[in-house]
């Protein structure tokens, strides 16, 4: 089922906590911030008042919400849409360095190259794949 369409957040409303930790958004005063009387995490609106992100966050990355009228749905940044894109230039960028050295290498060990080739090739892509998959 496809979320319905953001609305504006009301900046002297309160609000579910986007937390899930059956607290209420309260607002405090003088900024564009919610406040969580349950979590203690502090929420700001953005400049289009439709979404909410998380301030004091231990995350690399600032959470961020939308607001349906209804319940929250977490937005996500856009370099996930190109995931798979990311994934196969980490994996092929390697692969072109690496398999010309093991193809012109003297010796009967372009087996061992062509491995190391490939496992270099696929670790960056399980270190990213594994920081990120949440």
């Known amino acids: 089922m496809r979320p319905q369409k953001a609305q504006k957040i009301d900046l002297n409303g309160e609000y579910p906590c986007p937390c899930r930790r059956r607290g209420r958004l309260i607002p405090i005063a003088l900024t564009d911030a919610f406040g969580c009387n349950r979590c203690q995490q502090i929420f700001v609106v953005n400049e289009s008042s439709d979404t909410i992100e998380q301030i004091s966050t231990h995350y690399s990355y ?10 929250w749905y977490r937005t996500y940044s856009n370099w996930k849409a190109h995931y798979l894109l990311i994934a196969v230039v980490m994996i092929l960028v390697p692969l072109v360095i690496w398999l010309p ?19 270099l090739a696929m670790l960056p892509a399980l270190m990213v794949w594994l920081a990120y998959r949440r």
């Open 62 to 71: 600032k959470p961020a919400w939308r607001w349906t009228g209804k319940q």
């Open 101 to 119: 050295l093991a193809l012109h290498s003297p010796g009967s060990n372009i087996i061992i190259w062509a491995l190391v080739a490939v496992l």
